[in-house]
């Protein structure tokens, strides 16, 4: 009777070492011997390999059965699959070779354990140990590592001894512990799947022993709530009116009537229904499932932002973080460039702040000096994004602790977040976040209120340098708005200046005061509803950012008048100041209808 | 979660990351079992809807239940469904059937220059119109830059390669060696102008998973795939000159899973009914570098 094995889980395994340290051995011998290859191959490869008067090698079975895949049997030697009397196996076969680094990583990134083969007789070289690196920085905990060709070396305890002392040095300061460490013959099965007589000092698991002793990732049901929003559904045409919140939830379990909390942005709301297609209503949905949500505030969310639970430890927020990265680009990562950081499901313009060092994977020589990351390189560096993300630290939710960089079209880098730095809006976001913890809703609902409005809230602000006309711009563009029934008001900063803001000494360092109060009460128009423009003359990024801070980044419209000095991808519409204030406010009502902010008349 | 929840939960995932960063996307539905458990997997990550065209190349040689099985279930999922063909071609008699071509050619014929031309728009599209439940013209000849496939990655030794975002550039080449990165569930949606993508979430899924899940979700297929009681039956799908049925009694998706558990099948590949993949040395290498899925 056959074992059953189809409703156990399947282990992916990635094998990993330097190029000739016989990974490929090491998977030709476990098929072998677990009887996972097809009939009489064995026997075949042998025979051929007798006929051509060549050594037998257990590699060539892989090769073997790459052709007999085109006769139609699929074992790819990138994939190969074997069982256990525990389970069933994937061994995803990385290369060894450093020009495929990138697919070594794809591969090994979708492992739940690895085997790290060293060859006895050439001991740790540097592949071994960038792998190794690379194993901890994926975040693979579960690791053997393999000291093959054994009988190379007389099965010497004292070699195995010591490659296993100094794999374990090199291995110590990047937090990677090997469950075990394996003396092996792969080409001889030593170890393999039975124990071998020559090597009777050694007193632990064989190679299958090992692989079933591994175990399945535990539950992530028991951390805190996150799912990154992946986008927020509304199939209206269809005659289906749920406003429908998706995404995977990366840890942590959540019920229908929980408060949930989604940031950056601090926005709130409750749980109304868990939705899910051709599946039984479900009140409570937990780690790993593709889900989607109902709310019962409709509120402004978008696709980036990490849902939490109003209860829990949120992530942290901000746009300065410490990172581990690995760089797999042709060109070096270098400082003043911008990159995209994809983390998440959000995307957002990133910077090297600071380069704190750089290490030489195959070295590990520290090199403080360096003002730029190598193909192949591992650094510990700053990142800037252009704006707050949120995120946990990689030690304690995975998920939503690791990055990738694009460098022009391509994933270049991958990293892990290691501490949160603390910028310059962290005391302000502080306040927002108790302000929104705290916020007392109007009892209309906010999507209702567009709906009679007919617009969604907008603050519509006009930037540029002292002198540069934007007043006459900015009434202007609220006339045609009141005209067309929008409910709209011309937000003057002078008034303010004269009146919520008298308190403060007309004195340079109370700006950013004047700039936060002001966007405090464009904050309190927007939850009326209402399409506020503003000026604001030579307000920089940094202003820009308190604003976008208080209020909600998405309602802001960025309307530059002349020249630009903000950093790029911040204007939304750029203005010619030469034009008359009543052609530039046609320009900017033709932008929002393109952006069906407004309908068009 | 089980192994089935685990890939259905991947494969919506992908789903809607394609859905969410590229516009002009369509589904390729062959009308085979791992194409229609993908389109069920669409209706389970947009809750029921399907927000974008099924496309079906139709070879004029499909197996005529499949035509059936396929507008019947357009109609009644409210798919936006639209087919394309060689009709060139099948006018001229340029096909293996007619003894013109061998069987690699025809493929190529009907299926890779059909599909290719079906996407980028230069061949005419016909679009099922509900309200007269026929197909119409397609006035749409914008052309479609993402396409969303039903591969899996045991099928046979080129498609264990695959990502699961696999760019190819405006001749369709796959560059198998210089594929981009893929970790971390973040997947290449950054592109050079002029490239096309193809989407694959079934990347992970194994014949007997296919079944299981159809099993699992009730998931209608072709009667094509049991035997009607002469004991035989498709394994797998395609024109009925080139496609042959297995010696099988299985009568239902319980007796599959069970054939392929257990029974002779179990290690015997599923495309082995499939004359073309052997006229192409195997492993499909060629086949798929022109396009071909």
Redesign the interface.
Known sequence: M?K?H??A??MNIVIVGHVDHGKSTVIGRLLADTHSL??GKLEQVKNECARNSKPFEYAFLLDAL?DE??????I?T??SFFKSEKREYIIIDAPGHIEFL??M??GA?RAEAALLVIDAKEGVQENSKRHGYLLSM?GIRQVAVCINKMDLVQYSEKIFKEIEKEYRAFLKPIGLKPKAFIPIAAMLGENMVEASKNLSWYHGKTILEMLDSFEKAPSLDAKPFRMPV??I?K?TE?G?D?R?V???VESGSIAVGDSVVFLPSHKRSEVKTI????APAKKRAAA???I?FTLKEQIYIN?GDVMCKGDEEHPLVSSLFQAEIFW?GRDPMVMNKEY?L?IG?AAVPVQIHEIKRVFDVSQLKKSERKKQIDRHEVAQCILECARPIAFDLAGQIE?TG???I?D????SG?GIISALVKDKEADLRDEVEAREMNWDFSIVDPKEREARYGHPPKFILLTGKVGVDKKNIAKEIEKTLFERGAKTYFLGMGNLLRGLDVDLEKHKSERHQQVRRMGEVAHLLLDAGLIILATGSNLNDEELKILQEVTDRSSILVVNVGENHFREGIVDLNLNAKDAASRNAKKVMEFLESEKIIGKV | ???L??L???S??IL??G??QFKNLVMLWSIGKDSTVLLWLA???????V?FPLVHIDTAYKIPEMIQYRDQLALEW?LNMVYGQNTEALKNKQTFPDGALDRISCCKTLKTDALRNTLSGAWPRYRLDHVQKKYVLDENKEPYTGVIVGVR?????SR??E?YFSPRDKRNDWNVGD??????N?F?T???PG?HIRIHPLLDWTE?NIW?YIGR?NIPVVPLYFDQGKGERYRSLGCFPCTFPVKSTAKNVEDIITEL??GKFS???E??GRAQ?KED???LETLRREGYM
């Open positions: 056959k059953d189809t409703q889980a399947k097809p009939q790459k895949q085109s006769q139609g049997i699929t790819d990138a994939r990138k697919n990583i794809s990134a994926l992946q986008a559904y199939f269809e289906d749920r429908i998706s995404g995977r939705e899910e297609f051709h790993g499932h593709s989607g696709r797999m995209k994809k499901t998920a690791r990055f990738v694009v022009q079209y391509d994933i991958g | 979660m089980d192994h929840e685990k259905e939960s991947q919506v995932y809607r990351e859905y969410s209706r389970k990550a947009f809750f029921g809807h927000p409210h990655a045991d099928e046979e030794g264990s390669k990502r594929q981009p990165p893929e970790l971390w973040q290449k950054d592109f050079a490239t007997l299981e979700e558990k257990t290690n015997i590949a495309r082995a993949d040395g195997g492993g």
